[in-house]
């Protein structure tokens, strides 16, 4: 069975920083394409950070959203099948449920999450003023 475990999260005040992590088991997304998304209350899904390996230069290629940019890095631990996310700086406008996602057939970085496959369970990452 393949399944996404999130783990971290949690409250951090404002400008500090918090980590958020998916392993995943069953099957490795090692070379398939990963992304963080969020969802704050009232709000549609929004995707955060996105990663994919490239066969060709055996290099993880990361991309982010603009609100987050600069704030946050998103990499992978294939030692330990996880994906991770670091944000600092962190606001109030960080403050939304977190999800790993993975797509099962595509190593393409995607920002609308009806293409992603899997899904880790979500994370609540509060930042407090």
């Known amino acids: 069975q393949v399944q996404l475990v999130q783990s971290g999260g949690g409250l951090v005040q404002a400008g500090g920083s918090l980590s958020v992590s998916c392993t995943d088991s069953?099957?490795?997304?090692?070379?398939?394409?990963m992304a963080w998304f969020r969802q704050a209350p009232g709000k549609e899904r929004e995707f955060v950070a996105g990663?994919?390996?490239?066969?060709?230069?055996?290099?993880?290629?990361?991309d982010y959203a603009d609100t987050v940019r600069g704030r946050v890095t998103i990499f992978r631990d294939n030692a330990k099948n996880t994906l991770n996310l670091q944000m600092r700086s962190m606001t109030s406008e960080d403050t939304a449920v977190y999800y790993c996602?993975?797509?099962?057939?595509?190593?393409?970085?995607?920002?609308?999450?009806?293409?992603?496959?899997?899904w880790g369970q979500g994370t609540q990452v509060t930042v407090s003023s």
């Open positions: 996602a993975a797509r099962y057939h595509s190593n393409v970085i995607s920002a609308i999450p009806r293409d992603y496959d899997y």
């Open positions: 990663l994919r390996w490239s066969g060709s230069t055996n290099v993880y290629y990361a």
């Open positions: 069953g099957r490795t997304f090692s070379t398939s394409a």
